[in-house]
């Protein structure tokens, strides 16, 4: 158990749907992340949230929309996806998000499949 | 470019030692992390090195030379349960962000 809990767990959604994944942290840090972890490439950082502020948007598609409503909750919304989209989707927490030597502490991930 | 390599796959028998390589390409370097995941599981820091020479954590150990730009990961004693990725993390001297090298599939066998 990591302290952070994402659901859920599989999602399967057509290009038309829309959807939504959630991330709770419980271990009182200010920084927030998605990544998407797709076969034989490297963790991608999608998006980084400080102190409910998004302090990093790595050229990802409006297609991912994030939200961050309070430290503790992280969402990505999901709409007209693309089967390239496919991938497992893992939520992280760190103590401040203000240096690189801090550790992530991630969760289990959402396997989203888009059909 | 920013990047992290690491051997795709690396094969080993219980009770044997191995080696993940490392090298990386990144503007203001300084400090390599190690993390484990578990086939359907999160990924869990293992250690970080700010400086060159040997971290030892239990039957971990982790080096980094950076001038060599070269880090790598030592597993002793392994177990079945050892089975894993192993991936190295550093800074993205750009935007200050921990980048992920391409991760290493760690196959343990009896």
């Known amino acids: 158990e990591t302290g952070v809990t994402q659901t859920p767990r599989h999602l399967v959604m057509g290009m038309t749907n829309k959807k939504s994944l959630k991330c709770e942290q419980h271990?009182?840090?200010?920084?927030m992340y998605w990544y998407k972890q797709s076969a034989k490439k490297p963790l991608e950082l999608m998006f980084v949230?400080?102190?409910?502020?998004?302090?990093e948007n790595n050229s990802v598609p409006s297609r991912f929309s994030p939200e961050c409503p309070n430290s503790s909750h992280l969402f990505l919304h999901l709409h007209t996806l693309q089967p390239e989209d496919s991938a497992l989707y893992l939520c992280?927490?760190?103590?401040?998000?203000?240096?690189?030597?801090?550790?992530?502490?991630f969760g289990s991930g959402t396997q989203l499949s888009v059909l | 470019g920013q990047s992290l390599e690491q051997p795709s796959e690396v094969t080993a028998v219980e009770g044997a030692i191995v080696q993940i390589n490392c090298t990386y390409q990144?503007?203001?370097?300084?400090?390599l992390s190690w993390y484990q995941q578990h086939d359907g599981g999160a990924p869990t820091f293992l250690s970080y090195?700010?400086?060159?020479g040997l971290e030892e954590t239990g039957r971990f150990s982790s080096f980094l030379s950076r001038s060599d730009s070269y880090g790598y990961l030592l597993l002793q004693e392994l177990q079945m349960k050892d089975s894993a990725s192993y991936f190295c993390?550093?800074?993205?001297?750009?935007?200050?962000?921990?980048?992920f090298g391409t991760g290493t599939l760690l196959a343990v066998q009896p």
């Open positions: 271990l009182g840090h200010n920084a």
């Open positions: 090195n700010a400086l060159d």
């Open positions: 993390a550093g800074p993205n001297g750009a935007t200050n962000k921990l980048i």
């Open positions: 990144t503007s203001g370097f300084y400090g």
């Open positions: 992280a927490s760190s103590r401040s998000g203000g240096t690189t030597n801090e550790k992530l502490f």
């Open positions: 949230y400080s102190l409910e502020e998004r302090v």
